[in-house]
């Protein structure tokens, strides 16, 4: 089965700019949709921006459209997260899952890493 583990998460001025990354071990993405979502205190989990296997397809949350950019690098088995002009409502954990569907429904994402934390001061 495989694990995935997000990285490149911290703190950052409004305006800023981080790349998240999202690496796959235990097997490769292979025919995988790979899926970043986001959990603020107090709320649920929620999509944030998906890539199909070939990357020919990508979708965002409007809330994050033009600013945030998706992209997967298959030979390095990883996803990555590209995310520019930031907000302090952008704040919150950030989490990579991987899903057999290209859908923002959290509930067929699955292999959950741990997340990494994004704090965007005002």
């Known amino acids: 089965q495989v694990q995935l583990v997000e990285s490149g998460g911290g703190l950052v001025q409004a305006g800023g700019s981080l790349r998240l990354s999202c690496a796959a071990s235990?097997?490769?993405?292979?025919?995988?949709?790979v899926g970043w979502f986001r959990q603020a205190p107090g709320k649920e989990r929620e999509f944030v921006a998906a890539?199909?296997?070939?990357?020919?397809?990508?979708d965002y949350a409007d809330s994050v459209k033009g600013r945030f950019t998706i992209s997967r690098d298959n030979a390095k088995n990883t996803v990555y997260l590209q995310m520019n002009s930031l907000k302090p409502e952008d704040t919150a954990v950030y989490y990579c899952?991987?899903?057999?569907?290209?859908?923002?429904?959290?509930?067929?994402?699955?292999?959950w890493g741990q997340g990494t934390q994004v704090t965007v001061s005002s």
């Open positions: 890539i199909t296997w070939t990357g020919s397809s990508k």
């Open positions: 899952g991987r899903s057999d569907y290209f859908i923002r429904v959290k509930s067929d994402y699955g292999s």
């Open positions: 235990g097997r490769t993405f292979t025919g995988d949709v």
